[in-house]
């Protein structure tokens, strides 16, 4: 979104709107944001996404397969990489392990 700071996540989910007439307010779903982007369940889709690399640019710059690589951005149970990895996925999204999987527990 374009005037937004950036070090900050934005997480939209509706648009709200206040009707003049009667007070009432009306909400609609974020018209331009696809439902990944609202839930902010998975920090490395959130970072590969605001680099704009597809997983794709990803798994073949790592050198995993797609099956691998889609559990590590997966909603519910993600899986965290194996530390090798990790650092190949941080890197190339020009960021830190620890801002990617800091807050998460358990091992790859």
């Known amino acids: 979104m ?13 648009r709200r ?3 003049q007439d009667c007070k009432r307010t009306f909400s609609e779903d974020a018209p331009f944001l696809p439902m990944w982007q609202r839930t ?3 920090r490395l889709r959130q970072v ?3 680099a ?3 997983q794709e640019d990803v798994m073949r710059a790592i050198g995993v397969s797609k099956f691998f690589y889609t559990q590590f951005e997966a909603i519910k149970d993600p899986v965290i990489p194996t530390l090798p990895v990790a650092i190949k996925i941080a890197n190339f999204l020009h960021t830190t392990v620890e ?3 800091g807050d998460m527990e358990g091992g790859g």
């Open 52 to 54: 704009n690399f597809s």
């Open 48 to 50: 590969r996404a605001r």
């Open 2 to 14: 374009y005037g937004l700071n950036s070090s900050v996540e934005y997480i939209y989910r509706r």
């Open 40 to 42: 902010p369940l998975n």
């Open 99 to 101: 801002d990617i999987w």
């Open 17 to 19: 709107m206040l009707c």
